[in-house]
């Protein structure tokens, strides 16, 4: 079955330290999203990409990189510069241009820095 | 993409109708009105959009005011597992920018 797939599910990471977020889809969807929701919130825009090697800025881009060097993956560094990178990350995919269409999001990944 | 307002949080009982409400009274006329929801835990689900005609599809029925300043999501008969929160989104058309959620509405069904 077609899908998006968030790992791990769980990440924990020491203050200071830079860590990735996994996004992968076999949706064959050229538009990917990145989203982060804390407790009791809405999401969250951090990054989008229409297309492979490119990507804008969302709301929130401020100590998060992306890349996009295959249309399959979409992975999301969260670097020691976000000041509070504790949070609930949700990953979307989705055919651009075509707004009558809607998003797949993946199951998330829960990151607790300590 | 335009805002939208909605209830923080509603009630229903198990079984009956559930009517949300979202009001977009600055729509413009090529925004599309998508609903979402997210249950605990969960990355957000489709559940149905519309552009002018009232749509149904397996999971709501959506209904769009003439005026197309309101919407209601309507859930004909909620089951426990329609608890959730329920977003109102506007898209705009082929902007291709990441949509934009607001709090939603918490949907509490009670046994």
């Known amino acids: 079955d077609g899908g998006i797939t968030q790992s791990p599910k769980y990440l924990f990471r020491k203050e200071g330290q830079n860590v990735t977020l996994s996004c992968e889809q076999n949706?064959?969807?050229?538009?990917m999203y990145w989203y982060r929701q804390d407790p009791g919130q809405g999401l969250r825009l951090i990054y989008y990409?229409?297309?492979?090697?490119?990507?804008q800025k969302g709301d929130i881009a401020e100590g998060y990189s992306v890349s996009r060097e295959k249309k399959e993956s979409f992975p999301l560094t969260v670097t020691s510069a976000q000041k509070n990178p504790t949070a609930f990350y949700l990953c979307?995919?989705?055919?651009?241009?075509?707004?009558?269409?809607?998003?797949?999001f993946g199951s998330g990944t829960r990151l607790t820095v300590v | 993409d335009a805002k939208t307002t909605q209830p923080n949080s509603m009630e229903s009982n198990e079984e009956e109708p559930v009517h949300l409400p979202c009001n977009h009274s600055?729509?413009?006329?090529?925004?599309?009105i998508h609903w979402y929801r997210q249950l605990p835990s969960q990355g957000p689900e489709y559940v149905i959009h519309?552009?002018?005609s009232n749509v149904n599809n397996r999971m709501a029925s959506l209904a769009i005011a003439e005026d197309r300043k309101s919407s209601t999501l309507i859930l004909h008969r909620a089951t426990l597992r329609d608890a959730a929160v329920y977003y109102c989104?506007?898209?705009?058309?082929?902007?291709?920018?990441?949509?934009?959620f607001g709090a939603g509405t918490r949907l509490t069904v009670k046994p």
């Open positions: 519309g552009l002018t």
């Open positions: 990409s229409q297309i492979v090697n490119d990507f």
């Open positions: 949706l064959n969807h050229d538009a």
């Open positions: 600055t729509i413009s006329g090529t925004d599309y």
């Open positions: 989104i506007l898209r705009a058309v082929a902007r291709g920018e990441g949509m934009r």
């Open positions: 979307a995919s989705s055919i651009p241009g075509f707004d009558n269409y809607g998003y797949t």
